[in-house]
């Protein structure tokens, strides 16, 4: 048992040693679950009982390790909080995926015993690839860890993603993995040499032919000529101050001086970062606030210019419109919608509104509704809403006076591939990525967060403009290459000529559909796994 939970542990570390942003080790995701495999069969091809349980646990401790080597810098954004309920809080998304990883391993093992070893390998894809599309759907959602988010470093290997998207990358790990699983389990077979060679010969093609393609593709791959001037600013104001020690008057003033700085007559988008403005505003009276006619007094000398800002902003209504709203007064007359909000404001009375709408569980968000409502008080004292934002349906396009499509994303939002792809195909010909990570801290979670930025370039062919308040601001090309970028904890502008697109990638047509497929293969295998249970139960002899 000892052997088995440290070939699981083992597993956890390649796989963590393989994750953004450490560079030069991707390839280890293709054998970061061999161990694990090899746990699990020893499991399987033992005499001991509940071997369910046994694989459940193993496959575990290692998916723990992983996940909590990776994501450490979670509790970096809640002890803030300086509360009792840091720790316990912050071991949920240490956790929680974990068991959902673990359940797979859990459900594969169901598999074998109802089937041969290579179909229950395509169920161990289809569960996994069901779980990591839960993990982007449901109100848990945490798709950090997703799989295909592991080549964000080494984007070049992976341009195909225009084609798949991530859950491609996925499917490619997992194939890989068991294919050198099953080589290393036949070597002991002196017998099955012939066969071991050409399954040798398949996993180097099975690695090496994609890689060569997006390498082809890569170095083929040419932009349109079609410029636009961006400038992008990082204020690098303290977020646990930002709303208290400084005047949001000041705040904008910082701003504006930033870009200004790099401006020029032609600029189209100033891209400032979340919450920019961080003084509450009413979105039915923004026109008239002072903050709003400062900025505009700033577009003054930029005809053709935007601002596109991050911003705290609220909406009143005369009854319940949404399930978020909240009572206004201890009447009951009034409700209102709060929003983490991104705002183009141009040279004329028009503004546009997008709310954030991938909110952060228990952070902008209570899971599950009034199922943990008493659970509001403790993300109160960490930092959280304790209610919720308001969000929108649908992803949203702003578009300037000259007609250009700026995709938005706040922050978390950034890592759903087929919401910015649903943005792209509305007409988004860039994508405007505006965030605050100094929460985390100077951690490698702000390198990651940039990072999976790389994939949304490449799934959708267009440019990357990424504003983070505290760091790291960057231009990302259309192949995922990173052109500019700030360096962290500095105030500081970046400005470049990015090319607009308006053609739509395979992708951005069809969206996730690798992961709703699988997904529905997935509910057909527990289906067979639950039907397979029944059937044994009945066929048991009936004691008298």
């Not at 998207?165 to 389990?185: C, Q, R, S």
């Amino acid at each position: 048992m000892k052997k088995n939970i440290l070939l699981s542990i083992f597993s956890g570390l390649l796989l963590w040693i393989a994750w953004p942003p450490t560079p030069y080790t991707t390839f280890m995701l293709f054998i970061g679950f061999v161990p694990l495999l090899l746990a699990t069969e020893n499991i399987i091809q033992s005499e001991s009982r509940k071997k369910g349980p046994k694989i459940f646990w193993t496959s575990f401790a290692g998916f723990f390790v992983w996940n909590v080597l990776c994501i450490y810098w979670v509790y970096n954004a809640l002890k803030q909080g300086d509360s009792v309920w840091v720790l316990p809080v912050t071991i949920i998304p240490y956790s929680l995926a974990p068991l959902l990883m673990s359940t797979c391993f859990w459900l594969y093992y169901r598999l074998r015993r109802i089937t041969k070893r290579y179909i229950a390998f395509s169920g161990l894809i289809c569960i996994w690839v069901g779980y990591e599309y839960l993990n982007q759907t449901w109100d848990l959602n945490f798709p950090w860890m997703t799989l295909g988010n592991g080549f964000a470093v080494s984007h070049k290997w992976v341009q195909w993603y225009e084609y798949t998207g991530v859950y491609g990358g996925t499917v490619w790990v997992l194939l890989v993995n068991l294919l050198a699983f099953t080589i290393y389990t036949e070597l002991h077979k002196p017998r099955a040499r012939q066969a071991r060679l050409r399954k040798i010969l398949a996993l180097g093609l099975l690695i090496l032919l994609p890689i060569a393609f997006s390498l082809y593709r890569y170095r083929t791959y040419h932009e349109q000529v079609n410029p636009s001037d961006i400038v992008i600013a990082q204020p690098n104001i303290d977020p646990y101050v930002k709303e208290s020690a400084m005047p949001a008057q000041q705040q904008i003033s910082i701003l504006t001086h930033l870009s200004d700085s790099l401006g020029q007559k032609n600029t189209e988008f100033f891209i400032w970062p979340e919450t920019a403005i961080a003084s509450p505003l009413n979105e039915d009276v923004l026109r008239n606030h002072p903050y709003f006619q400062q900025i505009q007094h700033f577009l003054d000398k930029f005809k053709n210019g935007n601002v596109l800002t991050g911003a705290e902003t609220f909406k009143l209504y005369n009854s319940r419109k949404t399930s978020t709203a909240s009572p206004w007064d201890p009447q009951g007359n009034q409700y209102y919608d709060q929003f983490n909000a991104a705002i183009n404001i141009e040279n004329s009375p028009e503004v546009q509104f997008y709310h954030k709408s991938k909110l952060v569980p228990g952070v902008e968000k209570m899971p599950f509704g009034s199922t943990l409502s008493f659970l509001k008080p403790v993300f109160e004292h960490l930092g959280g809403t304790g209610g919720g934002y308001g969000t929108q349906a649908e992803p949203g396009v702003f578009y300037s006076q000259s007609g250009i499509g700026a995709t938005p994303a706040i922050c978390f939002e950034s890592i759903w591939g087929e919401w910015i792809a649903g943005s792209v195909h509305k007409g988004g010909q860039f994508i405007a990525v505006i965030t605050n990570d100094g929460w985390w801290g100077n951690t490698s979670g702000k390198d990651q967060h940039m990072d999976y930025a790389k994939l949304r370039a490449i799934e959708t062919r267009r440019w990357v403009c990424r504003s983070a308040n505290t760091g790291i601001s960057a231009f990302i090309n259309q192949r995922g290459d990173i052109v500019q970028q700030t360096k962290w904890w500095m105030r500081t502008a970046l400005k470049q000529d990015i090319n607009l697109n308006s053609n739509l990638t395979f992708y951005v047509l069809h969206g996730d559909y690798i992961a709703k497929a699988l997904s529905l293969l997935a509910l057909a295998a527990i289906f067979w796994i639950i039907a397979a249970k029944i059937v044994k139960v009945r066929r048991r002899p009936r004691t008298t």
